[in-house]
């Protein structure tokens, strides 16, 4: 991953810790300190939030460009299985977290269902009621901001902060039975 995503992701852990948002971050594991011939464990996802009564597994993505693709090197189909997955338990909103650096630093959740929803629409090019052009090999910042939940953020000196706890109630208020 990308320096830039790095600091993403501790942008968002560092945002947590400051609103008392419990964070796990699931570590990967390094490749070269695996033996040959070593199956190496794929994480689920990138971090675990508790917030309220809820659990928030989220996979993080950065990018500088106006969408995120669909490759396998970029969003893993295990990634998608295991936040569909687990949605099924009661307390748990799963889903994306994308960020477009370029040019506001632009973050939206999306929900695991409204993304597979998007994905399945897009890539067999059916009908939809987007208002936004879809891209049949990505999903574009137009349509997070349609399907999703924008992060709002300010930049400290350096870093991004994120109100998480903001996003988190919105959340909790339209998922939660």
């Given at each position: 991953m990308a320096k830039e995503g790095k600091e993403f992701e501790s942008?968002?852990?560092?945002?947590?810790?400051?609103?008392?948002?419990?964070?796990?971050?699931?570590?990967?594991?390094?490749?070269?300190?695996?033996?040959?011939?070593?199956?190496?464990?794929?994480?689920?996802?990138?971090c675990l939030l508790y917030y309220k009564d809820h659990l928030f597994p989220i996979e993080m993505k950065s990018t500088k460009s106006k969408s995120i693709s669909f490759s396998e090197s970029i969003i893993k189909q295990h990634q998608i299985d295991n936040l569909l997955d687990a949605v099924n338990y009661d307390g748990v909103i799963a889903g994306f977290l994308f960020n477009f650096r370029e040019p506001d630093n632009k973050t939206y959740f999306v929900h695991i269902e409204q993304f597979i929803k998007y994905k399945h629409i897009a890539e067999n090019q059916l009908e939809h009621t987007y208002k936004s052009k879809i891209n049949k090999s990505s999903i574009p910042i137009?349509?997070?901001?349609?399907?999703?939940?924008?992060?709002?953020?300010?930049?400290?000196?350096?870093?991004?902060?994120y109100y998480l706890n903001k996003l988190f109630d919105e959340l909790i208020e339209k998922y939660s039975e």
């Open positions: 942008s968002i852990e560092q945002s947590s810790k400051e609103q008392g948002i419990f964070y796990f971050r699931v570590r990967d594991v390094n490749p070269m300190a695996i033996k040959a011939n070593f199956k190496l464990p794929q994480n689920k996802y990138d137009a349509i997070c901001k349609e399907i999703g939940f924008e992060v709002t953020n300010v930049k400290k000196v350096r870093k991004y902060r």
